[in-house]
């Protein structure tokens, strides 16, 4: 078979089985299955499949995932992110307290989450109803909310980084560098999104809620386990002091420790913690392992190859190529979740960046900053979708959806921003050399 005729068949059986309700890691192998059949015959492709797969829950580079998906689990299941979200409110006597402090929460769980579910699981089951009985309008409080979890998305470290910079071979630690401007650039849009919200519609933000009193010890106990495991994972990476994996490890480690001695941690919550860190690697490892399966077909027909020759020979320019696959992971994210995305398509359109002369460093914050905007778009907005589970007596999935559009606008300028000055992303890991 010619290696469009393979590649449209395994993409077309692949959106068959999603499409009649099959998980996405199932539907991966199943989809590979055949052609790896057809290549190597039964009994080859057992024992070729068995050393795949083993070779991924083995992997070193990998083992950083679930200590990091550990780490925002005790965070959530502790009071460090509750606390942090009530010093950012209290702590900002101007209108709009609530919204900003929601930003900066979200912005500070993000440097030691990775997650952006969790991120606004998290600091939205906090913030959520405590905005809307402070009169906050539910649009606004539902977007901002969903919005700032994204910003653990971006913010090192970032389980999309991560996964990116596995499936492209690229550095993990230059990759995490490459997000910290932006995201802390993402995060000022977001405040200014709310500003002038607040000038705009002055009924939907509150005047200034004057707090109680923070004193130093209160504030220390609440920013100083955020900066201290965030001081741990940055500085330890970018430093050259400890791999991703090592870092990780410690700071899972001294996540645990803060959690148990000022977050607060009952034994029922350390438990839940790792059960969800189970469930959730549970998914993860059988989406890893599917598309290793899925990637070996795609490479044995020069998939990804031949489809950047092919589109190469249109001859067009590199920006067009550029905006076409931001398009095409727009609207493809309407539809699959990133971490599906990332093992699905990657394979595929990275070699086609790369050939348009484009830095894959560069490339991975465009990528994960896409994969924000996919996780506020319906039908399969993931965020959209936590906050109105969380709100759901007071919020529609419509009153989520408008409350993001704003922030999705301020994705796009960002965009724009990166693609007009790509030093905003190289900057510091050239600088980190």
């Known amino acids: 078979m010619e290696w469009y005729q393979v590649g449209l068949s395994l993409m077309g059986l692949l959106m068959l089985l999603i499409f009649i309700g099959l998980p996405i890691p199932f539907a991966m192998a199943a989809a ?4 790896l059949l057809s290549i190597q015959g039964l009994s080859t492709s057992l024992v070729s499949t068995e050393l795949k797969l083993w070779g991924v829950w083995i992997d070193y580079i990998l083992l950083s995932v679930p200590l990091f998906v550990f780490l925002g689990e005790l965070i959530g299941r502790s009071n460090i992110g ?6 950012m409110h209290n702590g900002i006597p101007v209108r709009g307290s609530a919204a900003y402090g929601s930003i900066g929460a979200c912005a500070g769980f993000g440097a030691v989450c990775g997650s952006s579910m969790v991120g606004s699981l998290t600091i939205g089951g906090v913030a959520l109803p405590e905005m809307i009985k402070l009169g906050y309008d539910r649009k606004l409080s539902s977007g901002v909310l969903a919005a700032g979890g994204t910003l653990s998305v971006l913010l090192p470290p970032s389980l999309i980084l991560l996964f990116y910079g596995i499936v492209t071979d690229q550095s993990i630690g230059r990759l995490f560098i490459a997000g910290v401007i932006p995201g802390l650039l993402l995060a000022s849009l977001f405040v200014l999104v709310v500003a002038l919200w607040a000038k705009r519609y002055p009924n939907d933000v509150p005047e200034a809620a004057h707090g109680v009193k923070w004193s130093v010890k209160d504030i ?13 994972i940055t500085i330890s990476i970018y430093a050259g002091i400890a791999t991703p994996t090592e870092a990780a490890a410690v700071a899972a480690l001294a996540t645990l420790v803060l959690a148990l001695v000022v977050g607060g941690l009952t034994w029922q919550g350390f438990m839940g913690a790792l059960m969800a860190t189970m469930r959730t690697m549970g998914y993860l490892g059988l989406l890893l392992s599917a598309g290793i399966l899925f990637g070996f077909v795609m490479n044995y027909y020069q998939i990804p190859q031949q489809f950047t020759a092919f589109f190469l020979g249109f001859d067009l320019s590199p920006y067009v190529v550029l905006m076409l696959v931001i398009v095409f992971y727009i609207v493809l994210g309407m539809f699959l979740e990133p971490v599906s995305m990332t093992f699905i398509t990657l394979p595929t359109i990275y070699p086609l960046i790369a050939a348009s002369g484009f830095d894959l460093i560069w490339f991975g914050v465009i990528y994960t900053i896409t994969m ?21 007596d007071h919020v529609t999935i419509g009153d989520v959806i408008k409350g993001c559009l ?12 990166l693609i007009a000055f790509p030093q905003v992303a190289l900057w510091l890991p050239e600088l980190a050399k």
Request: hydrophobic content about 60%; proline content about 11%; cysteine-free.
């Open 32 to 35: 590979a299955l055949p052609f």
């Open 82 to 87: 509750p606390n942090l979200y009530r010093f």
């Open 220 to 232: 220390l106990l609440t920013v100083g386990p955020v900066i201290i495991i965030g001081a741990i």
């Open 372 to 392: 924000e905007i996919a996780v506020l778009t319906p039908p399969v907005g993931l965020n959209l979708f936590v906050i109105q589970g969380i709100g759901r």
């Open 406 to 417: 704003p922030f999705i606008a301020t994705m796009v300028v960002l965009l724009a921003i």
